[in-house]
Every structure is written in structure tokens, then in C-alpha cells.
T-cell receptor
Framework: AQRVTQPEKLLSVFKGAPVELKCNYS??????LFWYVQYSRQRLQLLLR??SRESIKGFTADLNKGETSFHLKKPFAQEEDSAMYYC????????????FGKGTKLSVIP | DAGVTQSPTHLIKTRGQQVTLRCSPK?????VSWYQQALGQGPQFIFQ???????QRGNFPDRFSGHQFPNYSSELNVNALLLGDSALYLC???FGTGGPTEQFFGPGTRLTVL
């Protein structure tokens, strides 16, 4: 079964400090990976996807196939980054489901 | 465009009852996926509907069923409710034949089973 692991349930950082949210996935061919974010009292929304290689709100994520990781990074945390972050993978050809990790709550301390 | 809408917002049922949740996709979308999110967990895929048919199903029992209407809206039905069915039920819509296109999520329906 496809698995997505986010080892940290909660991550607290000070404003201006670097942020790294970890995500590991079970190996299977060429995964399509995403980061979703849920701000307080808002719905789940896509933050970024590895295939587009974009930087959204200062966040980046690099797919490392050797380590089967897709960690989310930002050099300088802002208070508005406080939210719940979910790593997800699309199972690929012939499959249409997204598999999510359990999520990491990021708290940025002013 | 209001985006993906879901109704009702909250629902309380008792064990053994049946429930129907509703979802209207984002304008222009033709695919609807349903997820169950238990407390402290990530969303878990239930099934996806495309062209009024269930295209793929996750690891959920037959008590969970669905339907998609010609206008692309969808219903999720759960029979013989169990306490463990208490969760946030999310609907997500997307466009196309199911490749890795962005899924847009609704606000969810909070189901409590007593």
C-alpha cells in the first residue's frame, strides 16, 4: 500500500527561523507529490506540487527519490505560516486517489 | 464561484442510522472525490466519481456508497452507522480524466455518531 509519513505531529519555530517539514513516501515508480495546507478555519488547499517546481509563499520542496523524501522548506518563517500541513501523493497511472500523511501542525512563535 | 460546497455543515446521528452527505463541485469540474478525516489524521480516500460512475474506491466497506448526478454534484451515503464513522467528510472536485490535476476541497461535513 502507498504510504506517506510525516514524522512530526507538531513543529514550533520562531519567526524568522528556517522551517523544514518532513515527508517520506513509500517507493513506487514515479510518484506525484503535493503539499496541502489548512489555515485556521479555512479549507484544505494546495500549496505546491513537485512537478511544477514552483515556490509558493516562499516555500519550496524538492523530490529526493534516493531518500524517498519530499520535505517542505522555507528560509524565514512568518507568523501567517502557522497552519496544518499535509504531504500527499498521487498513486499514479491507473489510480486516481490521493494518499495523505497525518499532517504536521506548524506553529510560528512571534 | 463559491468553489466546492458541502451540506450539511454538521450532523448528529445514532448508531445503526443512515446518512446522506452532499457535494457540489467547483464550476467547470466534472470529477468528485470523497475523503474521510478522523480526528488527528490526514484525509483518507473513500472513492471517486467521474461520468456518474464510481471510478476508484479506497479501503472502505460497502456501507459507504455514492452517486454522481448529471450536473456533476455528488452524494455520499453511509448505512448502518458505527461510532467509528464519526469524522469530517471532505469532498474534492477536479477536472479531467483523473491524472494528477489539482483537487479543490470543500469545507467538509462534520458527522458525529452517538
Amino acid at each position: 500500500a502507498q504510504r506517506v509519513t510525516q514524522p512530526e505531529k507538531l513543529l514550533s519555530v520562531f519567526k524568522g527561523a528556517p522551517v523544514e517539514l518532513k515527508c517520506n513516501y513509500s517507493y513506487s515508480g514515479s510518484p506525484e507529490l503535493f503539499w496541502y495546507v489548512q489555515y485556521s478555519r479555512q479549507r484544505l488547499q494546495l500549496l505546491l506540487r513537485h512537478i511544477s517546481r514552483e515556490s509558493i509563499k516562499g516555500f519550496t520542496a524538492d523530490l529526493n527519490k534516493g531518500e524517498t523524501s519530499f520535505h517542505l522548506k522555507k528560509p524565514f518563517a512568518q507568523e501567517e505560516d502557522s497552519a496544518m500541513y499535509y504531504c500527499a501523493r498521487f498513486s499514479g497511472a491507473g489510480s486516481y486517489q490521493l494518499t495523505f500523511g497525518k499532517g504536521t501542525k506548524l506553529s510560528v512563535i512571534p | 464561484d463559491a468553489g466546492v460546497t458541502q451540506s450539511p455543515t454538521h450532523l448528529i446521528k445514532t448508531r445503526g442510522q443512515q446518512v446522506t452527505l452532499r457535494c457540489s463541485p467547483k464550476s467547470g469540474h466534472d470529477t468528485v472525490s470523497w475523503y474521510q478525516q478522523a480526528l488527528g489524521q490526514g484525509p483518507q480516500f473513500i472513492f471517486q466519481y467521474y461520468e456518474e460512475e464510481e471510478r476508484q474506491r479506497g479501503n472502505f466497506p460497502d456501507r459507504f456508497s455514492g452517486h454522481q448526478f448529471p450536473n456533476y454534484s455528488s452524494e455520499l451515503n453511509v448505512n448502518a452507522l458505527l461510532l467509528g464513522d464519526s469524522a469530517l467528510y471532505l469532498c474534492a472536485s477536479s477536472f479531467g480524466t483523473g491524472g494528477p490535476t489539482e483537487q479543490f476541497f470543500g469545507p467538509g461535513t462534520r458527522l458525529t455518531v452517538l
